[in-house]
């Protein structure tokens, strides 16, 4: 009955069906993002220009110009909140991934899961409610703010994730040696769980370099050079936003660019964890 | 009657005592898992814990470095005396002990992101006896030696230490813990992991260490602990799980003499 015994016809087309549905609708993920990538790209090429990287935008009517300012913004905005992410999110994680045993541990989880799923929006509200209402002004800082919201649950998710990684045995070690917990912590855990961490560092960057929703109430956006975070500041994603739902033609070009942009830097990020992983995994 | 395994090393006579463990019980939250374990070991010899799985033969090993309680949920009581001092009395500092007494695992635990050279001296690094370059080489060097891998990896010193194999690995987390100067050395199956060529050079090794250190192993390796031990205990555990001393004597008399008849089925085959 065994050897020899002939596949059942039924089980044989079922399982081809199988194939052909799971493969169709890969096909079709792929190609959406592929079509979508290759829109932006083809859209966003035209508008790329030295002015468009350096300078900033000329008023309506005027062609021209660019996004520097928004990309400066940016760039500050997405750092004070890595600043005050890493170390928070790396401390926590270090802590539950240690200590996180009983109720405290299981409810800080438990906050971060919740936090991860909270709209981005409602996350901008908060910011506004907080930095904004009460100084009278939108500002970089409160838009910071919102993003720091957003990455912590990421990096501390990926944190406990990555101190979890490094075996007990080699923690035991620098025990064994005469090193205090926080000496094998410090010198011994923390360097072998680096790879991971760095990764999920770059992957909540590149998740919080694409949002726009908390921006719209908190950094609010500028048509001037700003570097002051205590200032309403512009920022690529919000120049996109105001760009695109605009009449003229040559903004619609300009937020095409914006968007190559950002999907670019995004790239950028997720091939740097990559790279980051593969080094760490080759190190091991 | 005559014992299956041949013994080697002719025991010693009695020298002095460096550790002495004294009723200690330990416990993995409220389990119970070794029962009143009473035993001394003396300077410069080997002893050999020897006993089925789940004996508690190991979790004994990490009391006497006060390793056992660093997990979560461990506790540990009894007397663990140290050249006459209890490491477990109130105030006596874990992290000095585990200066005094080092430990190899049963797997190779070099420390993944760093060099060979800096495993070895991570000890003395991190443990604030010196930072100066110079005699943190001189020590890595006296260690590697020690541990009879110098000659192996003197021109790659600062290669990863994951480069070397697991035998190397192993004799590489000797030298590391040699590079602290205890004075004694716990080692928990330190040659299960590894081949029979790695397992015998690591048991030279062990031989050659008792000159100068007082060595405490644990093994389910039967000629293991013939062939390197001067002393040999023996653990069960009982229909519970918790684990107790059977019998400890030199390992010649083990051998060929039990006392208890559960060792000697153990010896001979029938237990375990």
Redesign the interface.
């Known amino acids: 009955m065994i050897a020899g015994a002939r596949l059942e016809p039924g089980r044989r087309y079922r399982g081809l069906a199988g194939v052909l549905v799971t493969g169709f609708c890969s096909a079709l993920a792929a190609g959406l993002l592929i079509v979508l990538l290759g829109y932006v790209i083809a859209q966003g090429w035209t508008a790329i220009n030295p002015s468009f990287l350096t300078q900033l935008p000329r008023p309506v009517g005027v062609t021209g110009g660019g996004v520097a300012n928004g990309i400066v913004g940016s760039v500050i905005i997405v750092g004070i909140a890595t600043l005050m992410a890493m170390p928070i999110g790396i401390l926590t994680g270090l802590y539950l991934a240690v200590y996180g045993r009983g109720f405290a541990a299981e409810f800080i989880r438990f906050l971060a899961e919740v936090l991860s799923g909270l709209p981005s929006i409602a996350i901008g509200l908060f910011a506004y409610t907080l930095f904004v209402q009460p100084f009278g002004h939108f500002s970089g800082f409160s838009a910071a703010f919102a993003f720091t919201v957003l990455m912590l649950p990421l990096m501390v998710r990926t944190s406990e994730e990555a101190i979890r990684g490094v075996p007990i045995a080699v923690r035991e070690g620098a025990l064994a040696l005469g090193l205090p917990d926080y000496g094998g912590v410090l010198h011994v855990v923390l360097p072998a769980a680096r790879p991971l961490i760095v990764t999920g560092l770059l992957l909540a960057i590149a998740r919080v370099t694409g949002e726009t929703a908390p921006l719209l109430f908190t950094a609010f956006g500028s048509q001037f050079w700003e570097a002051n975070p205590g200032a309403p500041m512009a920022e690529l994603s919000l120049q996109i936003f105001t760009y695109a739902i605009s009449p003229y033609d040559d903004w619609h070009r300009q937020a095409w660019g914006g968007a190559l942009l950002l999907i670019a830097a995004v790239l950028v990020l997720n091939i740097g964890a990559r790279l980051a992983l593969s080094r760490g995994s080759k190190r091991r | 009657m005559q014992a299956a395994i041949p013994v080697k090393n002719a025991a010693p006579a009695g020298g002095e005592v460096v550790l002495s463990a004294r009723s200690v019980s330990a416990w993995y939250g409220p389990k119970l898992a070794i029962r009143d374990v009473s035993m001394d070991f003396k300077r410069n010899s080997i002893t050999a814990l020897m006993g089925p799985s789940g004996c508690g033969k190991t979790t004994f090993l990490r009391c006497l470095?006060r390793?056992h309680e660093?997990a979560?949920g461990t506790r540990a009581s009894g007397e663990v005396l140290l050249d006459g001092a209890d490491i477990y009395s109130r105030g006596a500092d874990p992290?000095?002990t585990?200066?005094r007494i080092?430990?190899v695992?049963q797997?190779p635990?070099?420390?993944?992101?760093?060099s060979i050279i800096n495993n070895v001296v991570?000890?003395p690094r991190?443990?604030g006896i010196t930072r100066d370059p110079l005699e943190l080489s001189e020590i890595a060097e006296q260690a590697l030696r020690r541990a009879a891998l110098f000659d192996e990896v003197k021109d790659k010193l600062k290669a990863?230490a994951?480069s070397l194999s697991g035998g190397q690995q192993q004799r590489l987390?000797i030298a590391?813990?040699l590079a602290?100067k205890p004075e004694v050395l716990l080692m928990d199956e330190p040659t299960s992991a590894l081949d029979p060529l790695s397992t015998l050079k690591i048991e030279e090794l062990m031989q050659d260490l008792a000159v100068d250190f007082t060595v405490v192993i644990v093994t389910h390796n039967l000629q293991q602990a013939a062939r390197v031990s001067q002393f040999a205990a023996f653990m069960l555990g009982d229909e519970d799980r918790v684990g107790a001393l059977v019998e400890f004597a030199p390992t010649e008399r083990i051998f060929t003499h039990p006392q208890d008849p559960r060792t000697e089925d153990y010896i001979t085959g029938r237990l375990g």
């Open positions: 470095n390793i660093s979560l992290i000095v585990r200066r080092g430990m695992f797997r635990n070099p420390f993944p992101t760093m991570a000890g991190y443990t990863p994951a987390c590391r813990a602290v």
